[in-house]
C-alpha cells in the first residue's frame, strides 16, 4: 500500500525494507513538513511575540492534540513530547517511580523488554532498592493473565511492559492486564514502541497508566517521542530535566517556580521541525487507517508465514504472533552472517539479539534475524526474499 508516497522506494527501486522495527520508512508529508519548518516559517517554541513564533507554536500545539486523538488520551496536558521511546520511559522511571516506590516494593517486568524497559529500572532498583520480579512467559513466550495473576504480591506496585516485543512479536493482553493491576492497586507502563505504529492503541479504553512510543517508528522523524500519562499521575511526577520553558520564575536565593503541565516536562528547545511533522504524518496515518495497516500487516505476515516455512533448514520461533514481526534463523548459519547475505540482494532485515538481551534464555538461542513488516511491504518482496533464502548454494556464499 502506498509505495509511492516514499520517495526512498522510488529512488532505490530494488529496495527490500523489512527492517521496520528499527525504524520505518519516511514519508512525503514528513519531508514536505520539515522543509517548510525550515525554509519558512523558522522560530523556537512558547518563546517568541512575532508572526513566525505564532505559526510555530500553533503547529507544536495541534501535534499534540492529534497524538492525543490518536491514542484516546483524555486531554493534550496528557501528551509530553520527548525525544524518543527510552526518553519517555527515562522519565516515567525517574520522574515518578523513584519518588513512588519505597525500599522492597516490587516491579514487574518481562524477561522479553526492549533494554529501554528494563535498564532505568535496574539502575533505580540499585538506587531505591525496589526489587526488580519477571513474569514468567509461555513456552512460546507469551504473557499470560494466569502468569501475570501469579506474579503478583502484596509488594507489588507496577507492572512494566511491552504491548508488543520487539522480537516475539507477542501482543500483551493490556486490557485485562490493567483491571487486574488496578484491582491490586498496581499502575501499568506500557512500552508502546512496536504496538501505536501498527494498530489502534486507546490507552482510555485500555485504561493505561503511562505509555511510552517513538515518532521515528511510525513514518515519523528521529528523536522525537510521545510519554503518555493520566494527568493525576503527571501531576506528581517530577522534572528530570531542568532549564528554559519549564519554569516560570526563579531568583538568586535558589526560589523557582515551575509551568504547568504539558511544558513542565519540555525543558529546552524541543526538535520543532519533528514534532510538527509528526503531527502530519499522524494524519497521513490516520488517512490511511490504523485499523486498516493493522490487517494489511497481518494478511501479509501469514503470507510471509506460509512462504517461509518451504525454506530448508528455517527456523521460525514468531509463528503464532499476531504482529509483523517475524523472528527466524537458518540452521547452521550464523544471524549476522544471514544478514550480511541478504543485503547482498538489497534486502534489509535486523540480525543479533535485537536489545532484548535477557530473551536468549527463555529462547535459548543467542542470535536471530528479524523482519519487520510495515503497511508498504507487498508478497512480491516476500517471494524475493523466500527466493534469495531458498538458494541452494546460500552456505557457500556466506562463507
Ligand atoms: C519494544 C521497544 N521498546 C523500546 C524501544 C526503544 O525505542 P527508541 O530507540 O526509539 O527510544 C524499541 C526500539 O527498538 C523497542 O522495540
Not at 543485503?343 to 523482519?371: F, P, Q, S, W
Amino acid at each position: 500500500m502506498n509505495r509511492d508516497d516514499f520517495p526512498i522506494l522510488n529512488i532505490n527501486k530494488d529496495l527490500i525494507y523489512l527492517d521496520n522495527g528499527a525504524t520505518t520508512l519516511k514519508p512525503k508529508v514528513l519531508l514536505e513538513s520539515t522543509n517548510d519548518y525550515y525554509s519558512k516559517y523558522t522560530a523556537n517554541a512558547h518563546r517568541g511575540d512575532y508572526d513566525n513564533s505564532l505559526i510555530v507554536d500553533t503547529k507544536y500545539e495541534h501535534a499534540r492534540e492529534l497524538v492525543r486523538d490518536l491514542i484516546g488520551a483524555k486531554d493534550s496536558r496528557e501528551i509530553i513530547f520527548t525525544s524518543g521511546c527510552t526518553d519517555s520511559l527515562n522519565k516515567i522511571i525517574f520522574g515518578y517511580f523513584r519518588h513512588y516506590l519505597k525500599e522492597g516494593d516490587e516491579v514487574l517486568l518481562t524477561k522479553s523488554e526492549h533494554a529501554s524497559n528494563i535498564l532505568p529500572w535496574f539502575e533505580l532498583a540499585d538506587e531505591i532498592k525496589c526489587q526488580i520480579k519477571y513474569i514468567p512467559l509461555t513456552s512460546d513466550l507469551k504473557v499470560t493473565i494466569d502468569n501475570v495473576k501469579h506474579s503478583i504480591t502484596p509488594k507489588t506496585k507496577v507492572i512494566s511492559i511491552a504491548h508488543v516485543t520487539n522480537v516475539a512479536g507477542d501482543i500483551r493482553p493490556i486490557k485485562e492486564i490493567t483491571k487486574l493491576a488496578h484491582e491490586h492497586d498496581i499502575l501499568v507502563v506500557v512500552d508502546g514502541a512496536q504496538s501505536v505504529p501498527h494498530m489502534p492503541v486507546d490507552v482510555t479504553d485500555l485504561d493505561i497508566d503511562f505509555l511510552a512510543f517513538s515518532a521515528h517508528k511510525m513514518c515519523g522523524p528521529t528523536g522525537v517521542g510521545v510519554l503518555y500519562g493520566k494527568e493525576k499521575f503527571l501531576n506528581n511526577m517530577r522534572p528530570i530535566i531542568f532549564g528554559g520553558g519549564m519554569n516560570a520564575s526563579f531568583d538568586h536565593l535558589g526560589y523557582r517556580e515551575y509551568v504547568d503541565l504539558p511544558h513542565l516536562f519540555e525543558a529546552g528547545t524541543p526538535n520543532i521541525a519533528g514534532v510538527i511533522a509528526f503531527g502530519e504524518v499522524i494524519k497521513y496515518l490516520k488517512r490511511i487507517g490504523m485499523d486498516k495497516i493493522h490487517k494489511y500487516e497481518l494478511e501479509l505476515k501469514k503470507y510471509a508465514i506460509s512462504k517461509l516455512k518451504q525454506v530448508p533448514n528455517i527456523i521460525i520461533y514468531s509463528e503464532n504472533n499476531e504482529s509483523g514481526i517475524i523472528t527466524f534463523n537458518i540452521k547452521d548459519i550464523f544471524a549476522q552472517d544471514l544478514a550480511i547475505y541478504l543485503n547482498k540482494y538489497k534486502i534489509c532485515v535486523r540480525a543479533g539479539n535485537h536489545c532484548a538481551k535477557m530473551l536468549k534464555d527463555e529462547l535459548k538461542i543467542k542470535n536471530t534475524c528479524r523482519i519487520s513488516l510495515y503497511f508498504y511491504n507487498t508478497k512480491e518482496e516476500i517471494d524475493y526474499l523466500v527466493e534469495v533464502l531458498s538458494n541452494p548454494k546460500i552456505s557457500t556464499e556466506i562463507i
